[in-house]
């Protein structure tokens, strides 16, 4: 099964992901019947559609997921577009959304809303899909369908754990200590001593930019995990402050960081 078997798209949340998925499926199917759906609209249409993307906050799908098994008996498959996995991933089996292919693509960007959105927004970025719970039929389908957004499809045999571990480390890590670093800078230099700052801080604080509106959700459904590497962190940033003056230290610090790719 395959993405010619979608005859109509119902795409929940019409933000950044929502209305760059629109566009991406448009941009390969220009006379697609698209419905596009907040999180407060009637859900009646959905009743009709071939496919179902959740492109809302991760607390929003959350609320919405119970309400979806007697809804989208038409469907093909549903899938998300949620940073964390583990508690979507739950409830949807709890729920008995069978057609469910929980997903999450490595894209976005501080900037929210439709205003921001792209049809490219996913080319050749990756795009996780858990398959664990989810009827071969329906995996088939929702791959089939990332992929002609112009994503890389990640299968994942998970059912939530692995991913949210992996995507603490790469992308929640960072946006916490940017943010937390764009804050510490800003109270101890002010307005006027930023205003002096080369493109080094621009780059290492960039992702300090997002709307806390988007990421509350996401800290909190994956806290568990990201918690232990922000105390690891803050562990090494100690031992840091202690060694300042050592050369060896710092060497060492260097080098383990070295012993990855900058630009991976």
């Known amino acids: 099964m395959g993405i010619r078997v979608i005859d109509r798209l119902a795409i929940i949340g019409d933000g950044l992901i929502g209305r760059s998925v629109q566009m991406a499926w448009r941009r390969r199917h220009p006379d697609a019947e698209v419905v596009a759906l907040d999180r407060d609209d009637d859900l009646a249409p959905l009743a009709s559609a071939g496919a179902v993307v959740l492109a809302a906050p991760v607390d929003a799908i959350l609320a919405i997921l119970p309400r979806l098994p007697a809804l989208t008996s038409h469907a093909h498959f549903v899938?998300?577009?949620?940073?964390?996995?583990?508690?979507?991933?739950?409830?949807?089996f709890e729920v008995g959304l069978s057609r469910f292919v929980a997903g999450h693509p490595m894209a976005g960007g501080t900037s929210t809303g439709p205003a921001a959105a792209r049809a490219d927004l996913f080319d050749d970025r990756t795009w996780f899909l858990l398959t664990g719970h989810a009827r071969a039929a329906a995996r088939e389908a929702a791959a089939a369908f990332v992929a002609d957004l112009g994503a890389r499809v990640v299968a994942l045999e998970d059912d939530g754990h692995a991913h949210d571990r992996l995507v603490a480390a790469i992308s929640h890590l960072p946006q916490v200590v940017a943010t937390a670093?764009?804050?510490?800078?800003?109270?101890?230099?002010?307005?006027?001593?930023l205003r002096h700052a080369?493109?080094?801080l621009r780059d290492s604080t960039?992702?300090?930019?997002s709307q806390a509106s988007m990421w509350a959700p996401i800290l909190r459904t994956n806290a568990r995990v990201l918690s232990p590497m922000l105390r690891a962190l803050s562990a090494d940033?100690?031992?840091i402050a202690e060694d300042l003056?050592?050369?060896?230290?710092?060497?060492?610090?260097?080098?383990?960081?070295?012993?990855?790719?900058?630009d991976p």
């Not at 899938?79 to 949807?92: C, N, R, W």
């Not at 670093?181 to 001593?193: F, I, N, Q, S, Y």
């Open 181 to 193: 670093l764009r804050a510490r800078v800003g109270e101890t230099v002010g307005a006027e001593g």
């Open 79 to 92: 899938t998300d577009t949620g940073s964390t996995k583990h508690a979507i991933v739950e409830l949807a």
């Open 198 to 200: 080369g493109a080094g």
């Open 206 to 209: 960039r992702l300090s930019a």
């Open 245 to 262: 003056d050592d050369r060896t230290a710092i060497e060492r610090l260097f080098s383990r960081a070295h012993r990855f790719p900058v």
């Open 237 to 239: 940033l100690e031992r």
